[in-house]
């Protein structure tokens, strides 16, 4: 690891050894003593467990956690965190299942998938949001090439965006015709990229398949047009490029990778598909929230730090970012790949740069905020396409939602802030009134609404998946 950047000019070794001490002396000590810990941090109490190890996928949106690190928000709180890379998203769940991690940078659908026993059984809850936004389809410099001539022109020659999957159809008409599959990459089956390319495939209707688990099919590519495959996200390009698949959707920087390799052209941000969609999550097992209440809430205060950082002076803070995430410890990407979605701007085909200023969000928007309408609709995506494979009522949503998403720890933590002075009220919804379902949203590409009161009828809304009482 880098060194730590904090306000202290102390050695990180004499800064451990001092925090330790504070921390026994605060759990010792009465209101009245002339401690430095404000009454909410007495509250919550010191932390049960100090040294802590959190994993993480090679991503840009793993970033509230790097800079909860190198920024001493962890220490702030006397915790000393080791932050480690993963091989891929399985193995960071298993980590965390097993205890070998405390916690992790997740997928929005791993805590909600593993606790409804898709895939690893798991009581997995998330109490942080990480961020919103931040993902890509890419295709191949050759389908790209077949889908140009088809999308309409703004009066500069440029593609007019978004660019929808309506345009990709004709060119998988083909493939079909000619008895080749098209297949494309995702890096989970209960990724928000699978969700997200599926989703965007069927508006434009392309048919993304089924999962059958009682059927022992967990492909997901029954009656599928476009055969979708699991490749870990920094495999993407190179997985491109040798012709293995023809196109990804993936977060960055894998897909300005692409552009800078020459080797394939970004055609749609995630945040086409689904304004301010919500992305991924910091997870942690049921169990080691329950041993571990006053770590987990000192590790979420820490982290909200982190995520407003990361957003404060209209993302004047993300060039230092960036540096940071291009670490070989962390992303270990260059520092101009990183900096063209990261700083507010999105390169599409090679020259074709757009200003993106919501590409990554991470406070902005109440991003940080565990939602349970976010919670409800990955469990509609789950049910659309095969993964719950029986119809479910609207309350076995909201009931799934309340079971992993734990708004109430978020609250904890972020009064906490509040009360010390760290971080105003106005930087967080009123917890007073807050319900834990966004308004309805519109800003899909297809014009549909969704709202989470109301999983059941959402499905309805859709041609392509499942819904009321259909089974594969």
Not at 27 to 49: D, N, R, V, Y
Not at 363 to 380: E, G, M, Q, V
Request: glycine share 8%.
């Amino acid at each position: 690891m880098s060194s730590r950047k904090t306000v202290s000019t102390a050695p990180v070794g004499a800064r451990r050894t001092l925090l330790k001490r504070a921390m026994t002396l605060a759990s010792a000590l009465s209101l009245s003593s002339l401690m430095t810990f404000s009454l909410a941090q007495a509250e919550i109490g010191p932390p049960e467990k100090e040294d802590l190890k959190f994993g993480f996928i090679k991503l840009t949106d793993m970033a509230p956690l790097a800079i909860a690190y190198e920024k001493g928000y962890f220490e702030d709180e006397g915790l000393f965190v080791q932050i480690e890379a993963q091989a891929n998203w399985k193995v960071l769940l298993d980590r965390v299942i097993d205890g070998q991690l405390d916690g992790a940078h997740m997928l929005a659908g791993q805590p909600l998938g593993a606790t409804i026993g898709f895939g690893t059984q798991a009581h997995i809850i998330t109490a942080f949001s990480m961020d919103l936004n931040g993902n890509g389809i890419t295709v191949s410099n050759d389908i790209w090439e077949r889908m140009k001539p088809l999308i309409p022109k703004d009066a500069d020659g440029r593609p007019v965006h978004p660019i929808k999957a309506d345009y990709l159809k004709p060119v998988i008409d083909e493939f079909k015709a000619e008895g080749k599959p098209f297949k494309m990459g995702m890096v989970f089956p209960v990724s928000t990229h699978n969700y997200e390319l599926r989703y965007w495939l069927a508006a434009g209707g392309i048919h993304p398949g089924y999962y059958a688990p009682h059927k022992g099919d967990i492909s997901g590519q029954l009656n599928a047009d476009a055969l979708l495959s699991v490749t870990p996200p920094p495999q993407m390009p190179a997985t491109l490029e040798a012709g293995t698949i023809h196109g990804y959707c993936v977060g960055e920087p894998w897909n300005q990778q692409a552009v800078f390799k020459g080797i394939g052209v970004p055609i749609i941000t995630d945040y086409e598909i689904w304004k301010d969609n919500p992305e991924k999550v910091f997870g942690v097992s049921k169990a080691w929230a329950d041993a571990n209440p006053n770590t987990h809430l000192r590790v979420v205060k820490a982290m909200i730090r982190a995520a407003k950082w990361l957003d404060d002076n209209d993302n004047g803070n993300r060039p230092e970012a960036v540096e940071i995430l291009s670490r070989p410890e962390y992303v270990g990407a260059d520092y101009d790949v990183i900096a063209n979605s990261m700083t507010g701007t999105f390169e599409y085909e090679k020259g074709d740069k757009r200003d993106v200023p919501d590409f990554n969000v991470f406070f902005r928007h109440n991003a940080t905020y565990p939602y349970y309408s976010d919670a409800i609709w990955y469990l509609t995506q789950m049910r659309r396409w095969g993964q719950i494979e029986e119809a479910k009522p609207d309350s076995w949503f909201m009931d799934i939602a309340k079971k992993v998403y734990r708004p109430d720890i978020y609250a904890q933590a972020a009064q906490s802030l509040i009360e010390e002075g760290t971080m105003p009220a106005s930087d967080f919804p009123d917890f007073g009134t807050e319900d834990g379902y966004r308004a309805p949203q519109t800003h899909f590409i297809d014009g549909i609404t969704y709202d989470g009161h109301a999983p059941n009828e959402y499905l309805k809304k859709f041609g392509i998946g499942l819904k009321g009482d259909d089974k594969i």
